[in-house]
């Protein structure tokens, strides 16, 4: 099982990432808490199309939960089609989310957010 | 000849001048290429009879003879298509209609469909046309090369360009033979000419400048234009009688407009600076 969150730093202790398409990092965990990968995003996201891009990659990936902040309408059609859990992520660091989670505090995520909310 | 009116800075008097002269110079044909606000034809009023839809080609998947193998995916640069479980997402607004999918797919699943991005209005006396760009579509310059694509190299077009340097500005230069530049003498309009001028000299266009909202003396164009060697072919007074016939819907060149001497002057420079 493969969970992933968005986050603002490579490790488990900096905080979640609120941007799902234009997110700085994606770390990868398994349900123990290990950390399996980070994908280090930054500056390298796609000028169009960002959320769409993440979403592929994260199919791709095999990931089982998805833990972030907004979702954009574009992202949300594919993720909302695809096999992925989707999280509202909770104030905190990469860890909060998952303890959240084994705690089945997190609310899942039913609606798209706002588009391009995400564009720096 | 084809004459494009740019100003990179909104707001400076394009359309002003664009329909000035149109109305003008005898047989011109007025060409409305901003298309994302087109408004030429407020002040031309011409009856806009016929109407065509300009398309663009997006994809579409057979799932019958998809495999899910994931090429299009890869191939599209622009992230306009997803593979999600046992089919293919296509996003219609991020395809820039390159067709790398089409040749990516190896079993032939993807052929292309039109879809209307938009459209072009024409008068039935030929003399104007418009681009006319859908509401929540993202690119218009489809419309603008077809507009541009179906001049008649024969007359004299006026294209009124749309604001900024950008793309669409581009689209519309590229096929220009004289660039004539409005600008106004603010901090804003110099900042903003400074660009299309560098613009019109990457496409080595020859350029003229028309100074609107003039105060009579203009420093700060004036002498920028010295340096850059350009010709200040008109200036128009900063004017409230001009404002007063623009919130109506007249131009400063009808009739009763005592300015109509001043654009016959700036049609006269034109017609000598384009014949050289």
Redesign the interface.
């Known amino acids: 099982m493969k969970l992933a969150v968005t986050t603002l730093g490579k490790t488990r202790l900096d905080p979640v990432d609120q941007r799902f398409g234009r997110a700085e990092y994606i770390l990868i965990f398994d349900e123990n808490n290990v950390q399996l990968d980070c994908i280090e995003q930054g500056s390298l996201a796609?000028a169009?199309?960002?959320g769409?891009?993440m979403?592929?990659k994260l199919?791709d990936a095999g990931i089982d939960v998805l833990i972030t902040g907004h979702l954009g309408p574009?992202a949300w059609?594919?993720l909302s089609?695809?096999?992925i859990r989707l999280y509202e992520a909770v104030e905190g660091t990469a860890d909060d989310q998952l303890s959240a989670w084994h705690q089945d505090a997190l609310s899942p995520i039913s609606a798209a957010g706002q588009a391009h909310r995400g564009r720096s | 000849m084809k004459i494009a009116v740019l100003s990179g800075k909104g707001g400076t008097g394009k359309t002003t001048v664009a329909a000035s002269l149109a109305s003008l110079l005898p047989d011109a044909d007025y060409i409305d290429c901003d298309v994302e606000e087109p408004n030429g034809f407020l002040f031309l009023s011409p009856d806009l009879s016929l109407h065509d839809s300009v398309t663009v080609p997006v994809p579409e998947v057979d799932p019958a003879l998809c495999t899910m193998y994931g090429a299009c995916v890869r191939a599209c640069q622009f992230n306009a298509l997803a593979a999600v479980g046992s089919r293919i997402m296509v996003f219609p607004d991020l395809c820039h209609h390159c067709g790398a999918c089409l040749i990516a797919c190896k079993p032939g699943a993807i052929c292309e469909i039109d879809q209307v991005i938009g459209q072009i209005d024409r008068s039935a006396d030929g003399h104007f046309r418009q681009g006319v760009l859908r509401t929540g579509q993202p690119v218009g310059l489809p419309i603008i090369d077809r507009l541009i694509r179906e001049a008649d190299p024969d007359h004299l077009s006026i294209l009124d360009a749309p604001p900024g340097s950008s793309c669409p500005v581009v689209h519309v230069l590229r096929s220009a033979d004289y660039a004539l530049l409005v600008t106004e003498p603010t901090p804003f309009g110099l900042h903003d000419l400074k660009m299309i001028v560098s613009l019109v000299r990457d496409l080595s266009l020859p350029a003229g400048v028309v100074i609107n909202k003039s105060n009579g003396t203009d420093l700060i164009i004036d002498s920028f234009c010295r340096q850059e060697n350009l010709p200040v072919l008109a200036r128009i007074p900063f004017s409230r009688d001009i404002a007063v016939r623009y919130s109506r819907g007249y131009l400063p060149i009808d009739p009763d407009s005592p300015w109509r001497p001043l654009f016959n002057g700036l049609a006269e420079r034109i017609r000598k600076e384009t014949d050289r």
């Open positions: 796609p169009s199309g960002a769409i891009a979403a592929q199919i574009n059609q594919v089609a695809s096999d």
